[in-house]
């Protein structure tokens, strides 16, 4: 009963405060930045155009929004886009290219990622790590990484990916897992939304509210999460990428839109370190930069319906529930 009397009281709180509890922000804490992109050249999948902007994009603008804020960080870029060009496309063929050099260091292989995220592992309680990546995803959420054969195959004989080349939601977030302090994944790719889902790690990416409520009025103690998830899909639909303002600058709709959310210019310097971001990103509220005021900006913003009923549609997912995290605060 008492219990009860509680959440009476409670009830206009949160009503007055929109449902939202924030967990603490990494305020002054380092920011750790790894960003995978994939364009598939050299490879037997299907090649991919705006992967590789993303991937830089995003590492520049959040190096960028951090030092503006004066937050010292780790920046680590892993790009596969392939070697030398041996044939171009034709109407019945698609451009033939090299494969990168296994002994790239740079190379995002399952194992080369495993590793940079292990690196991680000494970091802050109150440092804040973000994993970008813009690539192919399975229908069961597993992103598909590069290949450490010379020869660049991910698809076996009989197409099936090999299983180096699939980076499993359970493998990813065991990863994450291990990393101290706040953290965010930004996943492009299709059925991006698995990471979203509940999984059968010990670490649970998702609260509905029953069991948000349930623990929180119980004798159990309230833990917060500290991982969070921006996702480009839901965990049944594809992703997509698309030309934006030049005829040779592609993106994904959903990293295009996060890029405008953290105040990234639209003029595609070719020196991205050069490009300036002055003021306030879009996507903040009274100066603050949260996972759900990302989420809000790109569903709104996105150059794609997020409406089922449209052929072509891709709805961002996040979770948390009740939850949010401050990313920046201005």
């Known amino acids: 009963m008492k219990k009860r009397y509680i959440l009476l009281l409670l009830l206009p709180l949160l009503l007055f405060t929109s449902c939202e509890f924030f967990t603490d922000e990494p305020s002054k804490g380092n920011v750790h930045v790894v960003s995978v992109g994939l364009n598939y050249h050299g490879t037997n999948a299907n090649y991919l155009q705006g992967t590789l902007n993303d991937a830089r994009e995003l590492q520049e603008v959040l190096k960028k929004v951090s030092s503006n804020i004066e937050r010292n960080g780790t920046f680590s870029l892993l790009i596969q886009d392939g070697g030398v060009l041996i044939s171009e496309e034709t109407y019945y063929k698609r451009a033939q290219y090299d494969y990168d050099s296994i002994s790239d260091v740079d190379l995002p292989t399952k194992s080369k990622i495993i590793e940079i995220l292990s690196e991680l592992k000494d970091v802050n309680d109150n440092d804040l790590t973000i994993f970008t990546y813009s690539g192919h995803g399975d229908d069961e959420g597993a992103l598909i990484v590069a290949p450490p054969r010379a020869d660049g195959s991910i698809f076996d004989g009989s197409s099936n990916i090999y299983d180096d080349c699939r980076f499993t939601v359970k493998e990813l977030l065991d990863a994450m897992e291990k990393i101290p302090g706040k953290k965010l994944l930004l996943i492009d790719s299709c059925y991006s939304g698995q990471h979203v889902a509940e999984s059968s790690t010990s670490l649970s990416t998702v609260y509905s509210d029953y069991n948000f409520y349930a623990k929180f009025f119980s004798d159990e103690s309230y833990d917060l999460s500290n991982l969070y998830v921006l996702s480009a899909s839901a965990n049944n639909t594809k992703s997509y990428e698309d030309y934006f303002d030049e005829a040779d600058h592609n993106h994904g709709y959903f990293t295009y839109a996060l890029l405008d959310a953290l105040g990234w210019p639209r003029s595609h310097n070719t020196d991205l370190s050069s490009v300036i971001i002055d003021g306030i990103p879009p996507a903040a509220r009274n100066s603050v930069v949260t996972v759900d005021s ?34 920046f605060n201005f």
Request: charged share 10%; net charge positive.
């Open 294 to 327: 990302l989420y809000a900006y790109v569903l709104k913003h996105q150059l794609i319906s997020s409406n089922k009923l449209y052929l072509s549609h891709q709805h961002p997912m996040t979770n948390g529930g009740a939850m949010d995290m401050v990313l």
